[in-house]
Structure formats: C-alpha cells, structure tokens
C-alpha cells in the first residue's frame, strides 16, 4: 500500500553555511552586511535580483558572496531572499513560518530586519534600481530576510515537466504533503495558495480557482522528488487587505467544480447574519463547515488537482481515486495531528508575540479553530 510507505519530505534543503547564518537571530545580520559591502565594492558574484514569481514585487533573490563575510573561511556563494513589505505582513509571515515548522514543514525561517537598519535601506536603494516604486518606501517598511532554497517552484516544476517521470510513490506523496499544506492552510485561514474562501454568504472552503503556484516550492534529485517547502505562509486572508494587489502569475485551472454543486453542498449553512459578523467568527464557521462537510464535498475539493498536475504520459494522475485518495489522506491525516495536541499547539501560539493589534486576531483564530477541531475529530 503505497500510503504506508510515506517518507518524511522534510529535508530543510539548506546547504551547512545557509544554515549557520539562519540558524539563530542575528546571524544573518553579517550576510545583510556582507550583501551590501559585496554590491558597493561591484563583486560580480554578488546579485540582488527581483523575482519574476512574486506578487508583491519586493521579493528578491540574493548571493551573498561568502568572501565578503568576515572571518568566514569557507568559500560559497549563501542563497538568501529579501522579502520587503509592510510590518504587518512580516510578522504575519513570520508567524507564519513558524507555525508550519512547528507540524514538521520546512518552510524557510524568516528573521525580521527593521525599517531603519542602514544596510537594510542601502539595499533598498540597489533593489530600487530595479522596482522604482521602492524608493519612496525606503527606511519606512521592514523586510524579511531567509535562506534561499534550490529548488523550484511548482509553475517552475511543471514547466520543466518534472512530474512526468515521477514514481507513483513520489506523486502519492507529493498530493498528500499538498493535502498536509492546504489543511495548515485552512486551519489558518490561508487563501493564497490551494484554497480559497467565498466572500459571500456561503461560508466554505473552495479549492481555488487559479492554484498560486508561486507559494509552493519542490526539490529533486533526479527524477526523485526530494523535499516540499510551503512559502508565503500568510496566516488570516483577511489580513490580505494589508497587502498590495496581487499580481502572482496563477496558473488558470478549468475546474470540475460546478456552480450547482456547491450550491447544494452549501445550502444547509447558508445564513443571512453571516455578513455581520466579524472576520474571526467567519472563518471559523468556514473552517467548521469544512470539518463536517459530506464526503462528495471532500471529493470535488481534491479533484482539482488532477488539474494542476495535468499530464498525459501519466497514467496515474489520470486516476481521480488516485489523487483524491492522496490529497484527502494528507488533509484529514493533519487535521487529525492538530488534534491531537492542542496544549502544545497553544504553547507554540503563545511563544509568539501577538501584542500588535493588527495580528492579533490570527491567534483569536487559531485558537477558535482549536477548539473546533476537538469538537469535530
Ligand atoms: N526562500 C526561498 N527560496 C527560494 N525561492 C524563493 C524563496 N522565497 C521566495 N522565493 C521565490 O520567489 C517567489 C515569490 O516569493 P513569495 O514569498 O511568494 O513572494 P510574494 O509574497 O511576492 O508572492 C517564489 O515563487 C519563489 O520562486
Ligand atoms: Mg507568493
């Protein structure tokens, strides 16, 4: 049975140098340094460049020449990306972060460095080069630092047609771990990547329309599926009011969802009141509904996808019982790790500081949707 033979898709993908300058607070504060003393002195093997993957458009993927770090020995180019946008949005992703790594996900650690640090602006300046907008932001919104993963992201993957030689264990695994994501996802309220939420009086989860590819990132080795890394993790969509429009490049999926469908699957739940209430109460009533919803709404949700991974040589991701069985595995098998316990999930919400009222009400979430989970599973 190919579930039992699951392997752990935790390998953090870091080569030992990125992991020494990520490992604790600060470190990294030597490769912002580095980056800058590298860009000002024209070392060809420095490069601060935009992502063409990003929606913000203030991603950027950086080298920092190991050379230009004093007292490293060890010569490397270091991977890192510089993420700048608002102090909201960091600390909501670094949250974020955080909360996939705590259930065994390698998100990427994301170290916070403050609007007015003067190498974090000198670099604006050199992003500015690029992304004019920037300018006028300098030494106003912070930025998040973390290392550089090799890998691809899923538009990248499916571009390079890396699922087509695939084993039929490394697909299973791979839906289950896209289940694992969007479960995390829903628990946190996390729109931007496998699902989405209605706006209006129909308060589900749907699988989106347009899968944000750019959220998800895949390493191979070989035709061997190595590790999967949730990035971008925003907990709380409605926190999204914070962010700039969005431009992600989303792959358009032709869905198998039918606007009748879910208007029945919906029509039990469907309340007048429900565009009072505040965002809190909603989501959690999403994420309630989604944990009692019937079995042939679970089903519609993983078909989509089938989509995504779209691919004629492959016989088994034809197989909608295939990838239903794998995606759905992976969501009720994280719903049910969530559950288990609570006390040190609650632990891990508390270790964060929560004191900025504009976040404070994700950890109101989490803790509503907790309480949900314990009655529900
Ligand atoms: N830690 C990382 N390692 C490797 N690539 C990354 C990393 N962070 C971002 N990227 C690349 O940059 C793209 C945009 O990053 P993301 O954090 O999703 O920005 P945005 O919030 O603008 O969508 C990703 O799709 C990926 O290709
Ligand atoms: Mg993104």
């Known amino acids: 049975m190919i579930a039992s033979s699951l392997i752990s898709l935790n390998d953090n993908g870091l080569t030992s140098i990125q992991e020494k300058y990520f490992s604790s607070e600060d470190k990294h504060r030597s490769l912002l340094l580095g980056l800058f003393s590298a860009l000002k002195d024209k070392d060809p093997n420095a490069t601060i460049k935009r992502t063409e993957d990003g929606g913000t458009g203030f991603t950027f993927i950086c080298t920092v020449p190991s050379t230009a770090i004093e007292d490293e020995k060890e010569i490397k180019p270091i991977p890192t990306v510089l993420k700048w946008q608002n102090e909201t949005l960091c600390k909501v992703e670094q949250f974020g972060a955080r909360f996939f790594q705590f259930f065994n996900f390698s998100s990427p650690a994301t170290h916070l460095i403050e609007a007015e ?7 604006m300046r050199y992003a500015s080069q690029e992304v004019a907008s920037m300018e006028s ?15 691809n992201n899923l538009k990248d993957a499916i571009q390079k047609k890396k699922f087509q030689n695939l084993s039929e264990s490394d697909q299973f695994k791979m839906l289950h771990e896209f289940g694992r994501i969007a479960a995390v996802d829903m628990f946190m309220s996390n729109d931007d990547r496998f699902i989405q939420f209605p706006e209006y009086e129909n308060p589900h989860i749907l699988p989106k329309g347009a899968i944000n590819t750019g959220n998800v990132l895949l390493s191979f080795e070989d035709t061997k599926l190595k590790s999967i890394f949730p990035i971008d993790n925003c907990p709380a969509a409605a ?12 792959l358009p999926l032709d869905l198998f969802w039918e606007e009748n469908d879910w208007e029945n ?14 965002w ?6 999403v994420f309630e509904n989604f944990c009692t919803s019937p079995e042939p709404f679970a089903q519609q949700f993983a078909q989509t996808f089938i ?4 691919d004629p040589d492959n016989s088994s991701l034809d197989d909608i019982s295939f990838v239903k069985e794998a995606f759905l595995s992976g969501i009720f098998e994280q719903l049910k790790k969530m559950n ?4 040190d999930i609650i632990g891990e919400i508390n270790r964060f500081d929560f004191s900025d009222e504009s976040i404070s009400l994700v950890k109101s979430l989490l803790l509503k949707n907790l309480n949900i989970l314990e009655k529900r599973l």
Not at 340 to 343: L, V
Request: glycine share 2%; net charge negative; with cysteine.
């Open 340 to 343: 288990q316990n609570p006390e």
């Open 137 to 151: 932001r300098i030494g106003e919104i912070p930025c998040i630092m973390m290392p550089r993963l090799l890998s």
């Open 239 to 250: 926190l999204q009011k914070s962010r700039p429009e969005s431009s992600d490049e989303d």
């Open 307 to 310: 989509e995504i991974l779209e």
């Open 280 to 285: 809190v109460d909603f989501y959690s009533q």
């Open 117 to 123: 640090n003067p190498h974090a602006q000198a670099l």
């Open 265 to 278: 699957v919906d029509e039990s739940n469907s309340s007048e009141e429900e565009e009072e209430k505040n």
